[in-house]
């Protein structure tokens, strides 16, 4: 029996285990390979790993736990996971082993839900990215889309100004209110509300302009729309929804948050140090997080639930 099970091996996950390897408790961290940040050519905001590739960070990471002895690393995937009526959790595996932990923190990251435009998912993570704060950087002074509605999309259109002079909100068929055009046109952003048909631009990143950000994908060069017209621009703004990978969360009991319009995110809920309020169960990292993702708050996030957990495993849990 292991003292605890970590699920997850992106920045959350292995934070958590290292957490636990140096408090010298026996943890297995389950890695699927899944980390939502390997189809990014870079990682953006992470103090000490700027502008680092995501493939590189995840190499030095689990470098880094294993000269702990009391960390396993496993690839595989956790299918179901029962928590035990005296204590403790069985989690078994896709390929029918189980394992058995006294406590279990819960980092699988999240399932980004995109819009279905032709062409934005083999831009997604290059010129096409969800966070500016990520992503804006590499990607500035381009003339940039916002693909959302309502008061997200106008937020989002407004921040983005931050990183270029040209940002157009395209409301793929929903009309704004007035109250929101008067809010764009003080803020210096254009819209455009027709249906959006598709992204066009060169099937390679290297074929057409980019900053070495475009990512191995395509890049993109136009907005098409359902009438037939188009709008230039090189790098495009989306909201995507966050939802659970897998029922894990659901089947131990703990508690989602719904989306909502601004946050579109389905987060379990836990407290400051991540407790998900089911004995012996944390959650940390993009899928504990009801607002926008980051690599930080990840990492931040897997240390104080690996800390709690520690703290529970040293007082008998």
Same mark, same amino acid.
């Given at each position: 029996? *292991?003292e605890s099970?970590?699920?997850?091996?992106?920045?959350a996950g292995l934070?958590?285990?290292?957490?636990?390897?140096?408090a010298?408790r026996?943890?297995?961290?389950v890695?699927a390979?899944?980390?939502?940040?390997? @189809?990014?050519?870079?990682?953006?905001?992470?103090l000490?790993h700027d502008?680092?590739?995501?493939?590189e960070?995840?190499?030095a990471a689990r470098?880094?736990?294993?000269?702990?002895p009391?960390?396993e690393l496993?690839?595989?995937?956790?299918v179901t996971?029962v928590?035990q009526?005296?204590g403790g959790?069985?989690?078994?595996?896709?390929?029918?082993?189980?394992?058995?932990?006294?406590?279990?923190?819960?980092a699988?990251?999240?399932d980004?839900?995109i819009?279905?435009?032709?062409?934005?998912a083999?831009?997604?993570g290059?010129s096409?990215?969800?966070?500016?704060f990520?992503?804006g950087?590499e990607?500035?002074?381009?003339?940039m889309?916002?693909?959302?509605?309502g008061?997200?999309?106008?937020?989002?259109?407004?921040?983005l100004?931050g990183?270029? &002079?040209?940002?157009t909100l395209?409301?793929?068929?929903?009309?704004?209110?007035d109250?929101?055009?008067?809010?764009l046109?003080?803020?210096?952003?254009?819209?455009?509300e027709?249906?959006?048909?598709a992204?066009d631009?060169?099937? @390679?990143a290297? &074929?057409g302009p980019g900053?070495?950000?475009?990512?191995p994908?395509a890049g993109?060069s136009a907005?098409?729309?359902a009438d037939?017209?188009a709008?230039?621009?090189?790098?495009?703004?989306v *909201?995507s929804?966050l939802?659970?990978r897998?029922?894990?969360?659901?089947d131990l009991?703990?508690t989602?948050?719904?989306?909502?319009?601004?946050?579109?995110?389905?987060a379990i809920?836990?407290?400051?140090?991540?407790?998900?309020g089911?004995?012996?169960?944390?959650a940390?990292g &993009?899928?504990?997080?009801p607002?926008?993702?980051?690599m930080?708050?990840?990492v931040?996030?897997g240390?104080l639930a690996?800390?709690?957990?520690a703290?529970?495993?040293a007082?008998?849990?």
């Amino acid at each position: 029996m *292991k003292e605890s099970i970590v699920i997850g091996a992106g920045p959350a996950g292995l934070s958590a285990g290292l957490t636990l390897a140096r408090a010298r408790r026996s943890t297995l961290v389950v890695d699927a390979g899944q980390q939502s940040n390997l @189809a990014a050519a870079t990682i953006g905001g992470l103090l000490g790993h700027d502008r680092r590739p995501p493939a590189e960070y995840y190499a030095a990471a689990r470098a880094d736990l294993t000269a702990y002895p009391s960390v396993e690393l496993r690839s595989g995937e956790a299918v179901t996971a029962v928590r035990q009526d005296g204590g403790g959790f069985v989690v078994t595996f896709g390929d029918g082993s189980s394992e058995h932990a006294r406590t279990m923190i819960l980092a699988p990251g999240m399932d980004y839900r995109i819009p279905p435009v032709p062409g934005l998912a083999e831009r997604w993570g290059g010129s096409v990215f969800h966070c500016p704060f990520c992503h804006g950087w590499e990607l500035r002074e381009r003339p940039m889309a916002v693909l959302a509605t309502g008061a997200v999309g106008v937020h989002g259109a407004l921040n983005l100004r931050g990183w270029t &002079d040209s940002v157009t909100l395209l409301t793929n068929g929903t009309p704004l209110t007035d109250g929101q055009r008067d809010l764009l046109t003080a803020g210096g952003v254009a819209w455009d509300e027709r249906p959006v048909a598709a992204l066009d631009g060169p099937r @390679a990143a290297s &074929d057409g302009p980019g900053t070495g950000f475009d990512g191995p994908g395509a890049g993109l060069s136009a907005v098409v729309f359902a009438d037939g017209g188009a709008l230039d621009v090189t790098a495009m703004l989306v *909201k995507s929804t966050l939802y659970q990978r897998g029922t894990l969360a659901r089947d131990l009991g703990a508690t989602l948050t719904a989306p909502d319009e601004m946050l579109s995110v389905e987060a379990i809920a836990v407290d400051p140090m991540g407790r998900t309020g089911v004995p012996g169960l944390y959650a940390a990292g &993009d899928a504990a997080t009801p607002v926008p993702p980051s690599m930080a708050a990840a990492v931040a996030s897997g240390y104080l639930a690996g800390a709690a957990a520690a703290v529970e495993l040293a007082a008998g849990y």
